[in-house]
């Protein structure tokens, strides 16, 4: 029987979907491929036809987040006054949108997340990938240049701190996770200034 391409993307919808709701109702941990391929009515098999590994799912999951969350961001077209204003609305709406995913930000900084994970092609290059070009248009729209290799390194090991902090934040609204976003956007921005006073041209200058 020929698969046609409308059939694999119901597929692949009807996993991520199953998916997304055995892993509100049981945890990451405790759900299993062969779980969540009986929930969707195909065989394990088939299932790793579309996804790896269950981290897979959750990165393919985070992705779709990421991607609304972009949208949003773009649609509210926020016109801030500095970059580390539009920064922290940025990562906000981020935040909002992976807040189903909460609960499994401890196995999405283990493998998805993780700045040493660099498998090509996948979801989880992807969200690092599209979210760090994001910065850097922010930081290029407001006069910071290119970002050096370091200054992204910095900025994505605050991010994944915010998100670590975020993960277990029992605060009303995680309030306590805005408050420690703020400080971390500060701090990012505070070291980019100094980098850029600290530069052989700027020193030229004076």
């Given at each position: 029987?020929?698969?046609?391409?409308?059939?694999?993307?119901?597929?692949?919808?009807?996993?991520?979907?199953?998916?997304?709701?055995?892993?509100?109702?049981?945890?990451?941990?405790?759900?299993?491929?062969?779980?969540?391929?009986?929930?969707?009515?195909?065989?394990?098999?088939?299932?790793?036809?579309?996804?790896?590994?269950?981290?897979?799912?959750?990165?393919?999951?985070?992705?779709?987040?990421?991607?609304?969350?972009?949208?949003?961001?773009?649609?509210?077209?926020?016109?801030?006054?500095?970059?580390?204003?539009?920064?922290?609305?940025?990562?906000?709406?981020?935040?909002?949108?992976?807040?189903?995913?909460?609960?499994?930000?401890?196995?999405?900084l283990e493998?998805?997340?993780?700045?040493?994970?660099?498998?090509?092609?996948?979801?989880?290059?992807?969200?690092?990938?599209?979210?760090?070009?994001?910065?850097?248009?922010?930081?290029?729209?407001?006069?910071?240049?290119?970002?050096?290799?370091?200054?992204?390194?910095?900025?994505?090991?605050?991010?994944?701190?915010?998100?670590?902090?975020?993960?277990?934040?029992?605060?009303?609204?995680?309030?306590?996770?805005?408050?420690?976003?703020?400080?971390?956007?500060?701090?990012?921005?505070?070291?980019?200034?100094?980098?850029?006073?600290?530069?052989?041209?700027?020193?030229?200058?004076?």
């Amino acid at each position: 029987m020929r698969v046609t391409a409308e059939t694999k993307v119901a597929t692949r919808e009807r996993i991520l979907e199953v998916a997304r709701g055995l892993f509100a109702e049981n945890g990451f941990e405790a759900t299993t491929t062969r779980e969540i391929a009986q929930a969707a009515e195909i065989a394990t098999g088939t299932l790793f036809n579309y996804f790896a590994t269950k981290e897979a799912i959750v990165a393919c999951l985070a992705a779709e987040a990421a991607a609304g969350a972009h949208q949003e961001f773009e649609r509210k077209a926020l016109d801030a006054e500095s970059f580390e204003e539009e920064l922290f609305a940025f990562v906000a709406e981020r935040l909002r949108k992976f807040k189903p995913l909460r609960k499994h930000l401890p196995a999405l900084l283990e493998t998805t997340l993780h700045r040493l994970v660099t498998a090509p092609g996948d979801d989880s290059q992807s969200l690092r990938v599209n979210h760090l070009e994001t910065v850097s248009q922010l930081a290029h729209k407001h006069g910071f240049g290119v970002l050096s290799p370091v200054a992204l390194q910095l900025y994505w090991t605050l991010y994944s701190g915010v998100l670590v902090f975020w993960a277990n934040d029992k605060s009303p609204k995680q309030e306590d996770t805005l408050a420690v976003l703020d400080h971390s956007v500060e701090m990012f921005v505070g070291w980019l200034n100094g980098q850029r006073d600290a530069s052989p041209s700027k020193s030229r200058k004076k």
